[in-house]
């Protein structure tokens, strides 16, 4: 089945980006109506995040947001095989100016999870800057196999196993990459505070303010949004923050978490919502998934 859907994927790259955007938003749909548990999960995470909205305005941006993921996961058919030139013109980039004031040192880019995290990195790339990022790798071996050679195609863009830890990293980072930098999921207690996203304690990994101090790189958001019918995306840059990292790093990721929730807010149905972003609760609270 992994090879028939990898061969419908190579398909789909052969038509205009507006055709695959509207399969995969059809697809969405569908699947918005099957995924049970994973639409469970996006369902009470929305609901622990925005309990003012009404049931149905969240079933709506749960239902859209099966939409755009879909979306993007048959748009990522572009990044696997289309030519450069044509992947090229999937995204736009706003705020250029914010990234060639920090480039000449060392960067941290602050990319969260939205759908578009993995079309952000392509115009750096193929503008020859070098990349550095972390991963997991997938249970399926030819998945994974897929994922690593399409995040290599275009550049220089240096991939480190999650297990390697961050000395990698920082290596990296000291010899002139980018840190393409997601660090807004549950990998449990270890190496994290107890950060309020959306007013809830969020197990949030406190090492974008470590990374920062060893390498003293600059942190620079960058947030990828994607465009309705089929235009693509926007890779946006913002300035650079000043006085990261403070003394105080509960402070620091809370500040981080404060910046994607600005984020989300004006996209929300962009965020990644299928993740278990509660998981790791402070002791003695029960479960919030069961």
Known sequence: MT???IAVLWLLHLLPFAVIAMIGEGLGY???????????????????????WSEQQRNRILRKHFQVLSRAALEHSILSWSRHARAGKLVKVEGWEHFTAVQDGPV??????????DMGGLPL???????????????????????LRMRKRFGTNILISRHEGVRPL????????????????DFGAKDAEFAPFFGIPAATIN?????????????????????????????KFYPAWENFPSDNMLADITRMNAFIEERVLEMPEQYFWLHKRFKTRPLGEPSVYK
Do not use: W
Not at 170 to 185: S, T, V
């Open 3 to 5: 090879r028939l859907g």
């Open 30 to 52: 569908v699947i918005y109506y099957v995924a049970g548990k994973r639409r469970k999960i996006g369902a009470t995470n929305l609901a622990l995040c925005f309990p003012a």
């Open 108 to 117: 941290i880019l602050l990319a969260p999870h939205f759908v578009g995290l």
């Open 125 to 147: 790339l193929l503008g020859h800057h070098t990349l550095v990022s972390m991963y997991s790798r997938l249970k399926n071996p030819l998945m994974d196999a897929l994922i």
């Open 170 to 185: 920082i290596r990296e980072i000291k010899h002139g990459a980018a840190l393409y930098y997601l660090p807004d999921q």
């Open 207 to 235: 090492a974008l303010p470590r990374l920062a101090k060893v390498t003293r790189a600059k942190i620079l958001p960058a947030v990828t949004r994607q465009l309705p019918n089929g235009q693509g995306y926007v890779l």
